[in-house]
């Protein structure tokens, strides 16, 4: 029995999971859970991960929830994962598992709050707070800050340095991946004192191509849904 992924491609550490997969030649088999449509809430999935979220592995008799460790996991089980992704070397190693613990608490955090508390919480089941979502994006902007004062100082292509993307790179884009559904405006707002950050998610995007963009085509598509929702509502003149 080969691996299984359960997975919905709207949440970022899904898509995380699925795009390391598919850059290290890792054979699995994607199973859809539908958060949208509460799949993820059955019987029948606390079975695959109590926590009943997304994502999460079976490799044959083994189960895993948590995407930084399922990463782990992978690196550890599939010889054909390049060492670029969770070095061999113990403090390349530790760095990464620094920045992991961080993204959770904060990046990961403040993502959440400011999402779920914007203009677009109703469409992930949550209310929106207009203070809530005003805390959430001070986090996160103290989180980007961050990232860009201590991981990619200087010229850095990414997090540790190095001229390639570890498993930290991938996880930390693809949650900020996850601000695509807010509107222009407000990206622009977040992004546009951060370039570093805009050109860390290209070199991401980049070494990860083609996958990353075919992982967060359903991304694209809630975000355009979300866009053609907001113009109708717009007065017309
Ligand atoms: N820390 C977990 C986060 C998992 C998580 O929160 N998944 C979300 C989607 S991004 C989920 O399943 N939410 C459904 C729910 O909480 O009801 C990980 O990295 O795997």
Redesign the pocket.
């Given at each position: 029995m080969g691996l299984k992924v359960y997975a919905?491609r709207?949440?970022?550490?899904?898509r995380a999971i699925i795009i390391f997969c598919k850059m290290n030649q890792i054979n699995f088999e994607e199973v859809r859970?539908d958060?949208y449509k509460g799949q993820?809430?059955t019987a029948e999935f606390a079975k695959i991960n109590p926590?009943?979220?997304?994502?999460?592995i079976v490799d044959g008799t083994f189960k895993l929830?948590?995407?930084?460790a399922?990463l782990r996991y992978l690196v550890g089980s599939f010889p054909s994962v390049s060492d670029h992704w969770y070095p061999n070397d113990p403090k390349s190693r530790a760095k990464v598992d620094s920045i992991l613990d961080w993204h959770?608490a904060n990046l990961?955090h403040s993502i959440?709050t400011y999402l779920f508390n914007s203009e677009v919480g109703p469409v992930f089941?949550a209310l929106s707070n207009a203070q809530a979502a005003e805390k959430g994006k001070k986090l996160l902007i103290s989180s980007i800050l961050k990232i860009e004062s201590l991981w990619l100082k200087g010229d850095s292509r990414f997090l540790l340095g190095n001229s390639q993307p570890s498993i930290a790179d991938l996880?930390l884009v693809c949650d900020l991946m996850q601000l695509e559904v807010v509107d222009n405006k407000e990206l622009e707002s977040i992004f546009e004192q951060h370039q570093k950050i805009r050109d860390w998610m290209e070199n991401v995007k980049r070494a990860t191509h083609p996958h990353f963009v075919e992982v967060h085509r359903v991304l694209y598509k809630l975000k355009a849904f979300l866009e053609s929702r907001r113009n109708k509502a717009l007065p017309k003149l």
């Open positions: 919905d709207r949440s970022s550490p899904s859970i958060i993820h809430r926590m009943n979220k997304v994502p999460a929830f948590e995407s930084h399922i959770h990961h959440l089941g996880s």
